[in-house]
């Protein structure tokens, strides 16, 4: 299966495997539902689950952020022609409350994915009563994913797997992290330079040849940092692409990674001894997505793997690594089992009249053969079985529904703390968030607004582009321009929409100011500084600015949909005795008018009701959404994946 050679001072592996019959077709996993599997014990803590029920910020492209050559085949083209507007009015009753029963039934079907102490999060840590801070039982996790922060981040995916792995290691569990060695020749290179090379080389059979990558390794913060080391990682860009677009040999660039992967805990002596055969693989997006059907195809069979286990982490379905069905040989899967991967579009959805509509998807193959499915938040577990939100997999994973769950991504409580932030001019906290105002009034001077403390100031954050609703702020733009309000956004990607921010800039010069680009400390002061943050995202995983808003005491209007529903409960002045309950607004439908009659009633509220603005500053902020949290619900996870038996064939 595979050969030992020493040379030199370091070691090396060739990896290749003999293909014999023993590997069994899988013909069930061509059609639309793969087999279910079940265990004695997990219906019950499924319904426990559902009892207890319940980046961000990058700029770049969305063919950048797939990394697929053929990202034009995915996003927004995989639902049916006529649905990709969403064009109604409503009125303010609408707006503020959701207790329709389309509603309803949707959170009922959303509890279903909850893990016990979801909601529990939500409401604050004095409510989740956890006993220990170590786990009870430790695992051997091992997290592949094509970016891991400090060392590489383009957005939420950079984040999650650059906290969630320490915050676990925290709890007592020995943590391994496997990334790219990405070399820009830039400063972010200095990221890497305390990992040093551990001399083992691997041999890779994949592409019609072999491919020797090496290991590259750093401990800190209780975790070991793998960083896989091939040339094709060390070119101008981002993980994925440069300003051209996506790289071309990105599917060669991550088939690396997972079969490497997939040999690091057998080769990898870290801390003396190696992770071994029975570790839990944490693989995120479609670019590890390899790793849990080279455990199926390839390790398996030969009695390798037979006790791991793995779990997909699904962050955005809309990119599934999708190429032409002939680069299936390059993968370095068995033949038989091209059924995993194979991917067939929908007649509307090919090119031409002659296009089979056949190719490879990376993504259904890991969603196929992984164990569990995680996404990053409740809500989004639920969309990505509907049509509007499955991007052509919905009924595969409707079918896999009983082990999908979602949890909700944490935020580094260190870096975003209103009380020693090191880029706000003024610090301030639950306690005392009277210095709020102070920077807002500097945030003000800075951008060269008139400074009115007592004007409602709106922010946006994030990407520019039709994800994230920059459309329906343009549209809205002069309405809200009326009212007495200041705006200002930061972001950068679409050309036009970066036109229209200065247009804007020069058209309302007391009221209107656009940052394009990004930049980390102005982020952080307009999260401080302004008391409305507005996020009118089409689809959003998670999101991570709204969780910083609240922490800064600043009030998130979000819509209705994926994390933003999970995270923000909608302000009802009249509960809990007339105290109030509710973290900000949450707006349906997606529509322009919805969403400035939500705005405005925030901005009313911030003028004519402090007691009820005080109230939704103090709701946000006592709000616990660390990874501490988001670990404890990862675990009980853990347990279940390790009930039934791994997937073979």
């Not at 994925?240 to 071309?248: H, L, N, T, W």
């Not at 490879?360 to 509907?386: C, F, H, M, P």
């Not at 402090?610 to 949290?629: A, C, F, H, P």
Request: aromatic residues 10%.
């Amino acid at each position: 299966m595979a050969s030992l050679q020493i040379s030199g001072g370091s070691v090396r592996f060739v990896v290749g495997f003999n293909r014999t019959s023993y590997n069994r077709p899988i013909g069930s996993v061509t059609f639309p539902h793969s087999p279910r599997r079940f265990s004695i014990g997990r219906p019950l803590l499924l319904r426990r689950a559902s009892v207890s029920g319940e980046s961000e910020t990058d700029d770049i492209t969305d063919a950048e952020r797939d990394g697929s050559a053929s990202a034009s085949f995915l996003g927004f083209q995989l639902a049916p022609p006529g649905d990709q507007e969403i064009i109604s009015t409503n009125t303010t009753k609408e707006t503020t409350h959701q207790e329709g029963t389309s509603d309803a039934t949707d959170e009922s079907e959303m509890a279903d994915f909850g893990v016990p102490g979801n909601r529990a999060v939500e409401e604050g840590a004095a409510e989740v009563e956890y006993t220990s801070v170590k786990a009870e039982v430790i695992n051997n996790l091992v997290f592949v994913t094509s970016e891991a922060a400090p060392y590489s981040k383009t957005g939420g995916l950079g984040d999650v797997c650059g906290s969630l792995p320490i915050a676990l290691a925290g709890r007592g569990h020995r943590v391994m992290v496997i990334s790219p060695r990405y070399l820009n020749g830039t400063s972010a290179d200095k990221n890497y330079a305390r990992a040093k090379d551990l001399g083992v080389r691997v041999t890779v059979h994949c592409f019609g040849g072999s491919q020797e990558v090496s290991f590259y390794h750093e401990y800190r913060d209780g975790v070991d940092w793998v960083f896989i080391d091939h040339q094709s990682y060390h070119r101008p860009g981002n993980p994925y692409g440069d300003s051209k677009g996506a790289f071309g040999d990105n599917q060669f660039r991550f088939t690396l990674l997972c079969h490497a992967a997939c040999e690091a805990p057998l080769v990898l002596p870290l801390g003396g001894f190696t992770y071994g055969e029975k570790s839990l693989f944490l693989v995120n997006d479609w670019h590890a997505g390899l790793v849990p059907i080279l455990l199926a195809a390839k390790y398996r069979p030969y009695g390798v793997y037979k006790d791991a286990r793995s779990i997909l982490i699904i962050h955005n379905l809309a990119h599934q690594g999708v190429e032409p069905a002939a680069t299936y040989s390059n993968l370095g899967l068995p033949s038989e089992w091209y059924g995993a991967v194979g991917w067939v579009f929908p007649t509307w959805a090919r090119t031409h009249a002659l296009d089979t509509g056949e190719a490879v998807n990376v993504l259904k193959g890991a969603i196929v053969t992984s164990d569990r499915i995680i996404t990053v938040s409740q809500g989004y577990a639920w969309e990505i079985t509907t049509v509007e939100g499955g991007y052509g997999l919905q009924d595969l994973l409707s079918s896999r529904k009983s082990v999908i769950n979602g949890i909700t991504n944490g935020i580094n409580i260190d870096e975003w703390d209103p009380s020693k932030d090191e880029h706000i001019p003024f610090h301030y906290s639950l306690d005392d968030y009277s210095n709020k105002v102070k920077c807002k009034m500097a945030l003000q001077k800075e951008l060269g607004l008139p400074i009115r403390p007592e004007c409602p100031m709106i922010g946006f954050i994030g990407r520019l582009d039709y994800q994230k609703g920059i459309d329906l702020i343009q549209t809205a733009g002069p309405d809200l321009m009326v009212d007495d309000i200041q705006f200002v956004m930061l972001g950068s990607g679409d050309p036009k929409c970066e036109s229209w921010m200065r247009s804007m800039e020069e058209t309302y010069r007391d009221k209107f100011r656009g940052w394009v680009g990004f930049n980390v400390p102005i982020s952080h002061r307009i999260t401080a500084g302004c008391d409305i943050l507005l996020m009118p995202s089409r689809f959003e995983p998670c999101g991570l600015n709204q969780l910083y808003a609240m922490r800064y005491g600043t009030i998130p209007v979000v819509h209705a949909t994926g994390g933003l529903r999970d995270t923000v409960e909608n302000f009802n002045p009249y509960a809990e005795g007339g105290a109030g309950a509710g973290t900000g607004w949450v707006f349906s439908p997606l529509s322009k008018d919805s969403m400035v009659s939500a705005l405005r009633l925030a901005a009313a509220t911030y003028r004519e009701y402090k007691e009820s603005w005080e109230g939704l500053m103090r709701r946000g902020m006592s709000r616990n959404y660390s990874w501490e949290n988001a670990a404890v619900q990862y675990e009980q996870v853990f347990q279940w994946v390790f009930m039934d038996p791994p997937y073979i064939n």
